[in-house]
């Protein structure tokens, strides 16, 4: 049998283009097997030779197995005789069993298809694996995909996979998004993505389809204590506490207020927005019992308000949740978390000022940014605190790294990407977020506006003050350094009586 396979590859290259076929066919199924084992036992991990083996050799396969066939049929019309003839003339007059018999012949050309096959489908499955995962989305393209590569690996998803968000499941996901991915490919490879890369909301996949596979909507209820810290530009960088109870909610029987009123099942909210880009609306719609819609019009955009029926968008989570991976940190804020987590030294003088005028300098590139924040800060600590430096050297080390970290993380030059590149919705710190809809300038027709009101969404127990949980310190319920859990001022009527004084304030 193998001397029938190796006479059979002989009578398959009847002329240099069908023996050029054997070649790179033969090569290419050698090369995968290798790659593919090599990156089914971890060996391999680059994703430009991962690009080669999945993409590039099956490719290379295919064009071969097309060259044979061609390559006879150029043979054929050259000499003028028959592929029947031509085929038999190709063995040599010991392959008794090649010559004689059909069937042998017949039984290693079915074998080949068969192998053919299999190789096809192991290529395709193997392809479609390999092109699912993180590291590639994030490898591949280097200079494109890098800034959203650095932002997944440090965020809340950094475990979940990229397609499970940006595809979801079903074939026609799979089919759409591979085509997408072939538009990707020409736009990375002649330049002709925009840059920065927009954010593909509108790309994306109903948040029920995704998000929700995993955040069940069922489960959004209850309330959330959040302490924000953030530090004065004073010589002790002092701290300053924001603490917010989150009201989440669900919207349904039970739990009907909180930020999650806007996607449950029992309510809907639609709009439209200028360019359909869900920044600024044109109007709002809720949902009324009846089946009726109520319309808040924006006053601002009133001759705008008839082409905003042609971009009519549903909310989901993403209207809020728009950066809920690849978040783009602001630089006062990310001081601020590294101060918190104790990662630059706040007894270092005036280390907040100096490390937010660090990261806001203007630098011809990235290189020279990195080199700069290191050199002002040690020159200004050399220069004005040098009785210092003995002491704190190992800190201002730390506090350089920090900052140098916190630069390459967010700003990338050759995508156009600096700080406030991308906004966030959520909440309201960093762009208009909430305050899009919560907007006196919607109206209805009788002039009534979207409700403002702070508690809405979450009541303040403290607000940029020197105590985490000023309020509740003030109405005299919380001991100053108290250990109590404050949480449990939030489970009985005790927390309704509260809620209530600070609305009436």
């Known amino acids: 049998m193998r001397r029938l396979y190796f006479a059979l590859l002989r009578g398959l290259a009847a002329n240099a283009i069908s023996r050029l076929g054997v070649f790179l066919t033969t090569s290419a199924f050698i090369l995968f097997v290798l790659f593919f084992f090599a990156t089914a036992t971890g060996w391999l991990t680059n994703a430009y030779l991962g690009l080669i083996s999945y993409m590039a050799l099956p490719g290379l396969f295919i064009f071969g197995l097309a060259l044979i066939p061609w390559g006879w049929w150029q ?25 004689k018999a ?33 590291h590639f989305c994030g490898t591949a393209c280097h200079d494109v995909m890098n800034p959203e590569w650095m932002t997944y690996q440090g965020s809340p998803h950094a475990h979940v996979k990229c397609v499970e968000c940006h595809v979801g499941e079903g074939l026609d996901a799979l089919f759409l998004s591979k085509l997408n991915g072939a538009w990707q490919v020409v736009s990375a490879t002649f330049d002709l993505y925009e840059r920065p890369i927009p954010t593909p909301v509108h790309n994306l996949r109903p948040a029920r389809e995704t998000c929700e596979h995993c955040h069940w909507p069922d489960k959004f209820h209850g309330n959330r204590i959040e302490n924000r810290i953030a530090f004065k530009r004073d010589s002790l960088s002092t701290p300053m506490y924001t603490t917010l109870m989150l009201k989440i909610g669900s919207g349904e029987e039970g739990n009907a207020s909180g930020s999650h009123w806007h996607v449950a099942e029992s309510n809907a909210v639609r709009y439209s927005s200028i360019e359909d880009e869900r920044r600024e609306m044109l109007w709002v719609e809720v949902l ?11 006053t601002d955009y009133p001759q705008s308000v008839e082409t905003g029926e042609e971009n009519v968008r ?50 011809a590139d990235k290189e020279a940014a990195l080199a700069s924040i290191e050199t002002s800060l040690h020159n200004y600590y050399q220069q004005r605190y040098p ?32 700080w406030g590149a991308y906004e966030s919705h959520l909440g309201h710190r960093d762009g208009p977020g909430c305050f899009r809809c919560h907007d006196p300038a919607l109206q209805t027709s009788e002039g009534e506006s979207i409700p403002m009101d702070c508690t ?41 009586a509260v809620v209530k004084e600070q609305t009436a304030e």
């Open 75 to 99: 043979h054929s019309k050259k000499t003028g005789r028959p592929f029947s003839d031509l085929f038999a003339h190709q063995f040599s007059e010991e392959d008794v069993a090649a010559r």
């Open 387 to 418: 009785e210092l430096l003995p002491e704190k050297s190992d800190e201002l080390d730390q506090a350089i790294a920090t900052l140098q970290q916190i630069y390459d993380r967010n700003i990338h030059p050759q995508m156009n990407i600096d």
């Open 456 to 496: 809405l969404c979450h009541s303040i127990l403290a607000d940029e003050s020197a105590q985490p949980f000023a309020y509740l310190q003030s109405l005299d319920l919380l001991e100053p350094g108290s250990e109590k859990n404050v949480q449990s001022y939030f489970q009985d009527e005790f927390w309704d």
């Open 288 to 298: 009324q019992d009846d089946g009726s819609w109520k319309r808040y019009t924006n």
């Open 102 to 134: 059909g069937a042998p012949i017949v039984r290693v050309v079915l074998l080949l298809t068969l192998v053919n096959l299999v190789f096809m489908g192991v290529v395709g499955t193997s392809t479609v694996h390999f092109m699912d995962s993180a």
């Open 314 to 363: 549903v909310m989901d989570c993403v209207d809020c949740h728009n950066r809920a991976t690849h978040i783009y940190e602001e630089p006062d804020r990310a001081i601020d978390d590294k101060m918190a987590f104790g990662q630059i030294d706040r007894s270092l003088p005036y280390i907040k000022r100096k490390a937010l005028e660090a990261l806001l300098g203007s630098y």
